[in-house]
């Protein structure tokens, strides 16, 4: 294959020598070359992507360690896990374990659901303000959102939210970028689906939820994936709306935490278990989400 | 006669609207909540002086003076495009750099992808949590040892005025190039075959044919690139807080972290929503010009 395009390119440039021979001997070295260069980088790359967080696992399962030290011997001599058994008991990381769980869940769920209802009324309703709102929430999805976080906690301190499930959740309970995918998804179902059930006596909720909504799985499961770790992952809110230790969510929690230099083995095994559940979702995922990413070129 | 009718067809319009004002209605309400509001308080607050409990005063356009007076805005502002400028051309480059070498057919590409998107999916305090350890001064904590096989001396990192911020950037280089990736690589699979058929009939190759094909026909993926990349970089703040909490000595102050110690720390809320302004009214001015320098949106063939 390779050296019938070589062939085909010597040929094609004109270049058919008598040395020919030699021509195409020193081509197949020279991209056996080529190719050997271009894996090491790669796969060098690939060790500065997935080194970091195999030693992390390696640490996290080492017994009495404080400090990490190359040359480091990757897996440890015992195994041990009392490094989780002291995170688990003695620190807050369950309770922020279970907060982002729930944060998360309850986000990606309600985001998910506006975002299909929402889609669904842009594509194919006809009311009044629909342009003006449309244009507003279009200006919106290119607004700074870090250029609001002061007056969000003001607000949200108003309304006495602060410390609650509320505000965690609040502004993930709708998505604009959802609401845009999915109004696109909307607009390539043929409008002859939603005229036959309406004929059959359907009203709009009946022609939503039995009609359109199993066409738009796939994305609903891209946008679903995006939420997800997008919510898991997000850092100022969550910071800006928890001031209680048992309110943070595990992302908050650990950055809260990770500066005060304690066990390398404990710091690890947060790490671990802050890594973990993105981790799983993607291997599961990992189709959808990439779909999500290089089709809308957004993330969340 | 004439008003009959067109209260009959403002009757007809409102039955046909009311239905589909539910669907619409958290979404208002989110909105309404979270962005309106909080716009119109900061609009408003920006003209006071107050820490939200005790006190509450109205100072005019004092806050807005401040910004030309506040030493440590300087600090943060320049801090925050000397984070863009060292993060935002070496991510776009690497990324690019390694999406043409994985959009090759090669065995394992995709095993390579996933490795190089690993870092994105995974939250910025794990990520600050194994770095903290991997950049310690200590001349045995990995990056150091590391360093040391290729004869330079222990480096200090995050510590150091100096390396604090381009250390930063390199995390955040590390961090987001695989993201990158797959948008170039989205780019390139859009690039038709052939245009490089086309062009190795007329004896080009290697890397020519990606000068002259590739980067040309890429520029609606490079703009896109660049903005979103600036506007992340404009932005910047997890790593801060997590890794140096703005030092040593404010040298990775930024902007978003400045906002977020004047509020959060200081109590300053009136001032910290006038940099939040300003903050919004620069990165709406980078990504206008952004747009219009790389004509963003636009189609090449």
Known sequence: ?300 | MGVASQRRRFLRKLKSSLPWYPFIFINIVVFVVFNFVPWISMLQISFQETDLLSFRKFVGLGNYLALFQDKLLGVALSNTFLYALMYVPPTAAFSLFVAILVNRKIFGAHIFRAAYFLPNITSISVICLVFLRFLSPRPDAPANYLLGLLGIPPQRFLVSVEQALPSLARLGLWESFGYYMLIWLAGLQGIPSELYDAALVDGASGWRLHRYVTIPLLRPTAAFILVVSTIGALQVFGSIYIMTGGGPVYATTTVVYYIYQQAFILGKFGFSSTISILLFLIILAITYLQGRYLRFGEEVY
């Open chain 1, 1 to 300: 294959m390779e050296t019938a395009r070589a062939r085909g390119r010597l040929r094609s440039s004109g270049k058919a020598r008598p040395e020919w021979r030699t021509a195409r001997l020193s081509l197949r070295v020279g991209q056996a070359l080529e190719r050997a260069a271009v894996y090491s980088f790669l796969l060098a790359v690939a060790a500065s992507t997935v080194g970091p967080f195999l030693i992390m696992v390696s640490v996290s399962l080492t017994h009495n360690i404080r400090f990490i030290t190359f040359p480091i011997k990757l897996i440890p001599n015992p195994v041990t896990l009392e490094n989780f058994q002291t995170l688990f008991s003695k620190t807050m990381a369950l309770r922020w374990l279970w907060n982002s769980f729930f944060v998360a869940s309850v986000s990606t769920l309600g985001g998910v659901v506006t975002s299909t209802m929402a889609g669904y009324a842009f594509a194919r309703g006809q009311f009044w303000g629909r342009s003006l709102i449309f244009t507003l929430f279009l200006g919106i999805l290119m607004m700074p959102s870090t250029a609001l976080i002061v007056p969000q906690f003001v607000v949200l301190s108003r309304l006495h939210l602060v410390n609650t499930y509320a505000a965690l959740i609040g502004p993930w309970f709708a998505s604009i970028f959802g609401t845009f995918l999915m109004r696109q998804q909307y607009l390539g179902i043929p409008r002859d689906y939603d005229d036959a059930a309406i004929v059959d006596g359907a009203n709009l909720w009946q022609v939503y939820y039995k009609v359109l909504l199993p066409q738009l799985k796939p994305a609903m499961a891209t946008l679903a994936v995006l939420r997800f770790m997008g919510n898991w992952n997000d850092f100022l809110y969550p910071l800006v709306v928890t001031s209680k230790a048992n309110m943070r969510t595990l992302t908050v929690g650990l950055g809260t935490v990770a500066r005060s230099g304690g066990d390398a083995g404990l710091d690890m095994a947060g790490a671990v278990v802050g890594f973990l559940p993105t981790f799983f979702l993607f291997l599961l995922a990992q189709r959808y989400l990439i779909q999500g990413i290089t089709l809308t070129g957004l993330k969340g």
